[in-house]
């Protein structure tokens, strides 16, 4: 029987069209879709054509960068430099922020991590795109300061994991939370999830969290973490890639919480607010879940209102639905912080 050809294919172009009538924002996501299908074929190749391995650099976190980092990046500054709309950039992969030639600069801020979880590519574990998208402040021609906001001014985000199938997960500022594969017979990203919704009733009983660092978190949190090892009716289930996309689509899709805490190590937790807490918080909120910095600068916050104060800056993130969040949040309270 001949296979199924959708004659009705719902792309993503299709759907950013159909979803506003700003053509510049159609032209940035063509660009941005673009460079993630060259990303994929970068990474699907990667033990043939022998992209593994490092690339004898180290990016603006400090980490090793592998080849594939260094590609990813080259791919997703070259789409976007060259789509016409865009007027600066922040890569995880670049110390300083890129800013497009007025001539081909347009009004959109887009920060990101071209290849998130890319210490995993070698032994073949999913890896990720995140990506934010601000415009720039009225009257600027676009630097650094025009992404130095926080999520409230976001304009849209998305991210994209690399495994069995390659899907972008995409939202605009209030709106649903959507799901797009990639369709390698037609090269287009198509809509695969409409309404991505947290599970209302916390789904399954998972944390995630890397309790390599558990000796240098605060009392709530080992307290929390206890707890969740109690679990009620039973334990919870441990799931942590180390891969921040392949953990938080997981945490959407089947529930549960991703803790990466601030601690005693890292007091701004390690993760970066631009291109990783940002973008991740807003589709977990605008997918019906939470997204907390746990105890940050004496306080418990929210991810979306916290203002970066550098383009690298960090945050933590304590992301789930209510019943998980409420557990970490009973552990403080216990010790009289307000929640
Ligand atoms: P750790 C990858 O380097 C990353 O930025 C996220 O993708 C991931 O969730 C986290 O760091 C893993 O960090 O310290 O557990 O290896």
Request: include cysteine.
């Amino acid at each position: 029987m001949a296979d199924k050809f959708d004659v009705d294919a719902k792309t993503l172009n299709r759907f950013v069209m159909a979803s506003t009538h700003d053509h510049d924002l159609v032209i940035l996501m063509n660009a941005i879709g673009t460079s993630c299908k060259l990303i994929t074929s970068a990474v699907q190749r990667a033990g043939v054509a022998k992209l593994y391995g490092l690339a004898g650099e180290v990016n603006s976190t400090g980490d090793d960068q592998k080849k594939l980092d260094v590609m990813s990046n080259d791919m997703m500054i070259n789409a976007l430099v060259n789509s016409g709309v865009c007027c600066v950039l922040v890569s995880e992969e670049n110390e300083e922020p890129i800013i497009v030639p007025p001539g081909r600069a347009g009004k959109f801020c887009v920060a990101f991590d071209p290849l998130d979880g890319s210490s995993n590519i070698d032994c073949n574990v999913s890896v990720g795109t995140i990506f934010s998208v601000y415009e720039r402040k009225p009257g600027s021609d676009g630097n650094a300061d025009d992404l130095l906001r926080s999520g409230a001014d976001c304009v849209c985000a998305g991210y994209v994991a690399y495994s069995s199938a390659v899907e972008m997960v995409f939202t605009f500022k209030g709106g649903d939370v959507h799901g797009f594969c990639l369709d390698s017979t037609i090269g287009e990203f198509v809509h695969t999830r409409e309404k991505m919704i947290f599970p209302q009733d916390g789904g399954k009983t998972i944390y995630s969290a890397n309790e390599g660092n558990a000796i240098h978190w605060d009392q709530p949190i080992q307290d929390a973490i206890a707890e969740f090892k109690k679990g009620e009716p039973k334990p919870y289930s441990a799931r942590y890639v180390g891969s921040m996309v392949a953990d938080i689509h997981r945490t959407i899709l089947y529930g549960g919480i991703y803790l990466y805490p601030a601690d005693v190590k890292s007091p701004k937790g390690k993760l970066r607010l631009l291109y990783e807490g940002i973008p991740m918080a807003m589709i977990i909120e605008q997918a019906g879940g939470i997204a907390s910095t746990g105890m940050f600068e004496g306080k418990i916050q929210r991810v979306l209102d916290l203002v970066p104060d550098e383009i690298h800056a960090k945050c933590p993130i304590i992301m789930g639905g209510k019943r998980d969040v409420q557990i970490v949040y009973d552990q403080y309270k216990k010790q009289g912080v307000e929640t």
